[in-house]
């Protein structure tokens, strides 16, 4: 189900410090995308603003600033964190020991990152008034500078700022093909996903994230 | 876009056929048409040295711990039935009837008779029909040819081996390279080799292997879908960039590796790697002027990746997509700014990379990979350099006691890059700068050569710089006082014996003494690095006025 492209886009700005939109084909050894994915774009509009009822899809992704790179290496660990052995350990004490599962990890990731994500409200129903009303809820969310859980620019440690975006707000000039891009996941019944890549070209700054062709 | 890159540059070189690779054979079982031996003994190809067969190639993969046929190219066991000493001889027989029954299907797929004919020599008992020489080794590769042919050479057999081995249970997916739904790979066919640090057997760039590397539910290489083709060619791309000298370069723990889009006989290691005057004069001339007429040259893409290794996996350090032209400005403006004169006085020059690197350690092999990385990134995107190597070659000085060449010129890179102000100076000694760490380094200087002339040849047991140049060089307050006063001892005393020695020294020490209005108690980084400068300047200007005092000297004799 399309929205009908009466309304302008939904728009909101995010800024921080750091960001890394992993690439799927060095994600352990991470190495940023350049660019903010569709996929990390929507990731910041559900921690502001989501419901069941719809769905968010991502427009336009604007580069507001110079992209900057910068590595480190860090500790971290080769196990994943399950609710179910912290609750063995609860039971039954013990516990996990972060010092003995050491993986050394290189990121390279972007620095000083400001972006505007354009998006438009999906609604599952198709209904126009409730359409309307999500937008209406999302901007107030984000003029209130409101969200359910701190949004984050690719990685959790690096939190994310928003706001409604200024009419200053410019795009760098800036036109290059970035080659393929993680789209976004398909997700299956358990929960599992297949990535999904597009073609990413930025234009004056803009990535324009076209409508998703059938699988 | 790294793997679109290496994917695209594998298109440009000669490319082995698919899950081939080049490797050492070493016996060739000569048949003839009807799968009768043309001799009674395998061909033996193995040099003298190190017994290794010829280079050829043939079908290979990583085979792990599974029994699979490599066709036309496996050692003894597969081949011919033959164990290694003390190989179980169930595994060897099952082994030998792998293979025989994998060159079987081979013969009815292809329907080659030259495949036919291995099968038939197969059939009839290898082993009755051939002599094997003495010092045979079993676990050296064997392959065949039929009437003079190379039975791995044919395009059928290559065709039958792709197809062979395409995964047929594989997921599909959509490749992240090519963008095509196609069969993912599981795993990675193939290894990356000569990434310092990484595993003898070679590294992956696609590697999950521990659950916190695991997305989407998505297991192993299926995290970062694939497809066999550009999973092969990025592969093999890499490894014949990292294999070849003039498209990588390997230093400290970290290595890396560059090409440009079409061949255009751009060659950036004669820049950095061995900066000959004339070629540098060009490239700085070229920045200057702008250049039109290479136009098409300098628009080609040009590729930098640096690479290092964690245990299995390739890191990728660093990933720049530049152009020639850019390129070619930045190394220009880098070998402008890192230029110095030398340590003799002789006209200033730019430092090979590897020893700007090895200005930051002892040992060149110490280096980490992360300065590498930063001073690649300084020569080829014009970044600055980062301040922890002014640090580090900092600390270098004060252990070696002594400013190198090449460290002045990694600090002077660095102040350049940090502060516009020295953009245009600081490559020889600049009399009129004030600065006082760049004083207090010339003043150093000078004691040290009033002391060396006092002793008037004789060694000197323990040095100013020996004593004091630590504290001289980071906290100049605490120690200068003392220092002159002792420098002004030593003055009187070259008074009578060296009264020239004396006049040159009096005047430089004064000279400076002036204009340094006030010691300061400690340096900055910045001002230790200028200090280093002034010492270095100030020897050079030294050396050389006392090279074309000589000169004058001995023309005057004449």
Known sequence: MRSDSRHPPLAVKVWGEFACFTRPE???????????????????????????????????????????????????VNSRASHRSAQRWEREGGGYFADEDRAQRHTLALRDVAYVISAQVEPKSGRAEDEAKFRDQFRRRVAEGRCFFQPYLGCREFAAFFGPPSPDDRPIDWTEDLGLMLRDLEYREDGSGTPRFFRARLEQGVLRVPAEEAA | MFLEKLVDYS???????????????????????DGRPAAPEPLDTADKENKRGIPRRVPSFARGNVDVPLLFADHAEYTLGVGREGADPDK???????????????????????????????????????RLPDDFDPSALITFTVDGQFVVDLPAVQQYWADRNEAKDALEMQCLVCGRRRPALRILEGKVKGIPGGQTSGTSIISANAEAFLSYGLEQSYIAPTCPECGERFTKAINSLLADRSSSRRIG????????????????????DNPEPVLVRELIDGLMQGRDL???VDETAFYAASLSASGGRAVVRDWIDSTVGQVKDRVAEWLRRQAIVQRNGEEPRGQQLWRLVGATVRDLNDAPAATLQALLRSALLGT??????????????????????AQASLIKLVLCGANERWEETLTRLDPTLDDPGYLCGRLFATIEQIQTAAAGGQEVKSTVVDRFYGT?????????????????????????????????????????????????????????????????????????????AAERRAQAQN
């Not at chain 1, 990731?43 to 968010?56: D, N, S």
């Not at chain 2, 030998?96 to 081979?106: G, I, P």
């Open chain 1, 26 to 76: 060095m994600k352990v050894e991470r190495v940023s995308y350049p660019v903010m994915t569709p996929s990390a774009a929507r990731g910041v509009l559900e921690a502001i603003f989501w419901k069941p009822e719809f769905v968010w899809r991502v427009e336009e992704i604007w580069v507001l600033k110079e992209v900057r790179w910068f590595s480190i290496r860090r500790n971290e």
């Open chain 2, 253 to 272: 723990g970290g290595v890396f590796v560059f090409w440009t889009r079409d061949d255009v006989g751009f060659d950036l290691l004669q820049y950095i």
């Open chain 2, 384 to 405: 600055p350099v980062p301040e922890r190597l002014l640090y580090l070659a900092l600390q270098r000085t004060r252990a070696d006691l002594e400013v190198s060449e």
């Open chain 2, 92 to 130: 060897v027989r099952s082994r030998h009837a792998l293979y025989r029954s994998a060159v079987a299907e081979c013969a009815k797929v292809t329907g080659d008779p030259r495949v036919e004919a291995v099968a038939t020599f197969l059939e009839a008992g290898p082993l009755q029909q051939l």
């Open chain 2, 294 to 296: 290479t136009k098409a």
């Open chain 2, 11 to 33: 298109r440009r070189i000669d490319l082995p056929p698919r899950l081939y690779d080049e490797r050492p054979v070493r016996y060739v079982i000569q048949l003839r048409a």
């Open chain 2, 472 to 548: 001289a060089s980071s906290a100049p307050a605490t120690v200068f006082g003392t220092l002159l006063r002792n420098a002004r001892v030593r003055l009187s005393q070259l008074e009578d014996s060296n009264p020239g020695a004396y006049w040159r020294l009096f005047n430089q020490l004064q000279d400076i003494a002036e204009r340094l209005t006030t010691l300061p108690r400690t340096l900055t980084l910045e001002q230790q690095g200028l200090f280093a400068l002034g010492y270095y300047h100030q020897h050079a200007e030294n050396r050389a006025a006392a090279r074309a």
